[in-house]
DNA sequence: ATTAGGG
DNA sequence: CCCTAAT
């Protein structure tokens, strides 16, 4: 039960509610009624924050952490890592508290052992729900819990020294109890170091942490009054579990061939060098396993992530409101983020040196974030065209082929990418055509940038050179309008000359 | 290594 | 776009 409290997020409003309780009630009875419903409380509050953390607490939603400042590469602090992140304070000469908060009641300093007097006063409860004994070892265990507090308006500021951990094989299990060591040791912690901590393995999967290096860091508390101006309360060294986009990072760094981490490389070597599959694959798993990772990382030290998600809500959001927008500017529209993609999307529309920079951009796009996801890159007009002409050169099919004439210049773009954005072409073609078969006088279709003459193209190529298999069923979906509509036109069936 | 196809 | 199977 005790290894429930220390998990327990508000550990420090019960310690002020106890402090309270104890000065209010002047020593004497404090086994009345209120202590009863503090014990409930505690052991309330202590189911609950179990509960929580199995859960692994899910996404933070508080931001007063974004001002942390990293001074290593570290990817970043997972901000709630529980048991395993008690800081170990134990050390710590005359450890204090120091509120931070002024609506609190407990201002100022106050001394542990006047809690823990507290505690001790309970005669009667403290065996049932604290353990004064612990509590002694462990008065500070409540700071850290503090730090995670709602209202937190503290700051965190981490040090970080990375250490070369000697015997880089060494397990996960082997790295949580180093990490942990000197706090949860006293613990009785099988539940928390066990089964927590392996249930963590599984998720990250251990492989990863083979080539860790542990990193030790030394944590100082600021307490900042509205200014920059930051006091250091607490400095402790610890050692902690490497973060999601640590593990990821050293996989890249740890492989040398991977060039997964850039894209771009990844890409380009991909033309150029020998892939060896079952490596790539393996890496593509462990990826996968780190994806499945609950998302607990509520920020990332270097790793600016968001653009990377947002821009796709955004092109959503974008196309249902405001679709009418004209072709030229909605290959932009998904890329309003951040000045680079500004420059990216110039040098798109751009289309003669696009290819220079679209890998600059496309470089340092990668090397921001990591590159977990390729960054989805609006296909322009002039893509689509050059699309279009390389299928009715070289058919259908043959991507390859078509990259190395058409798009060759363009280091995104895959033959992948090419597949991908004919099945689309077809479908949009297909859709937008009964679309607009069956309202004639709709205003204005702006639901597809693709230029309809682009998208007749399409369709008589779909008809020379009928996708393989998946479209063919589409296709036929659409045939009968098609087939009307190649009816009532003069030629459909030279395409080629038909220029856009 | 490429392609088709599903997600 | 990503991932995978099939070739």
């Known amino acids: 039960m005790l290894k429930s409290i220390i998990l327990q997020e508000d550990i ?16 004497g009875d404090v086994r009345g009624q209120n202590t009863l419903s503090t014990s409930e409380e505690f052991l309330l509050d202590a189911k609950y924050a179990d509960d929580t953390f199995k859960l692994d607490h899910g996404p933070c939603k508080d931001s007063y952490l974004g001002n942390v400042a990293l001074q290593t590469q570290s990817p970043g602090i997972h901000k709630r890592d529980s048991a395993s992140e008690i800081l170990d304070l134990s050390s710590v000469g005359d450890p204090v508290f120091k509120c931070m908060n002024n609506h609190s009641s407990l201002h100022d300093h106050i001394a542990v052992e006047e809690v823990n007097e507290a505690f001790k006063n309970m005669s009667e409860y403290e065996t049932s729900v ?14 850290k819990n503090y730090f995670e507090m709602e209202n937190g308006l503290s700051l965190m500021k981490f040090d970080l020294t990375t250490i070369e951990h000697e015997g880089k094989t060494s397990s996960n299990i082997d790295y949580a ?6 706090v949860i040791r006293t613990l009785n912690n099988e539940n928390i170091s066990g089964n927590h901590q392996v249930k963590r393995k599984r998720l990250t999967g251990s492989e990863l942490l083979k ?10 508390l600021f307490s900042f009054d509205g200014e920059d101006k930051a006091e250091p309360l607490v400095t402790q060294k610890r050692s902690r579990k490497p973060p999601r986009r640590y593990i990821e990072e050293s996989l890249d760094y740890s492989s040398k061939s991977s060039n997964r981490k850039c894209g771009m490389a990844y890409r380009r070597s991909k033309d150029q060098f020998l892939h060896v599959k079952s490596q790539k694959q393996k890496w593509q798993n462990e990826f996968q396993a780190v ?10 030290g270097n790793c600016i992530q968001v653009p990377f998600d947002l ?9 249902n409101e405001s679709f009418l927008v004209k072709d030229a500017e909605d290959c932009k529209d998904n890329r309003l983020l951040c000045p680079v993609d500004k420059l990216d999307v110039e040098a798109l529309s751009a289309e003669s040196q696009e290819d220079v920079s679209e890998d600059e951009c496309m470089a340092r796009s990668y090397a921001k974030g990591g590159g977990r996801r390729k960054r989805h890159i609006s296909w ?26 058409l ?6 773009r895959t033959s992948v990418d090419l597949k991908d954005k004919w099945r689309n072409l077809l479908r949009a073609s297909c859709t937008q055509l009964q679309i607009k078969e069956k309202v004639e006088n709709g205003r204005k279709q702006a639901t597809n940038h693709i230029p309809e003459s682009v998208l007749w193209r399409v369709r008589e190529l779909a008809i020379m050179h009928p996708y393989p298999r998946e479209s063919r069923s589409k296709v036929s979906c659409t045939a009968p309008a098609v087939s009307s509509f190649t009816a009532a036109t003069d030629n459909t069936l030279v395409p080629l000359s038909t220029a856009v």
């Open 291 to 300: 994806q499945v990772f609950p998302q607990e990382d509520s920020f990332d």
């Open 177 to 182: 109890a180093s990490t942990t060591e000197p």
């Open 130 to 143: 604290m353990d004064s004994k612990w509590l002694q070892q462990h008065e500070i265990f409540g700071l």
């Open 407 to 412: 798009f060759s210049s363009s280091s995104h």
């Open 311 to 319: 821009p796709m809500e955004r092109e959503h959001s974008k196309k």
């Open 12 to 27: 420090f409003d019960s310690f002020v509610f106890l402090y309270e309780m104890f000065q209010g009630s002047n020593n």
């Open 380 to 405: 322009t007009p002039s893509e689509v065209v050059k699309l279009v002409e390389g299928v009715s050169q070289c058919g259908v099919g043959r991507w390859t082929e078509i990259k190395r004439l």
């Open 211 to 220: 080539t860790m290096n542990s990193d030790v860091r030394k944590v100082e």
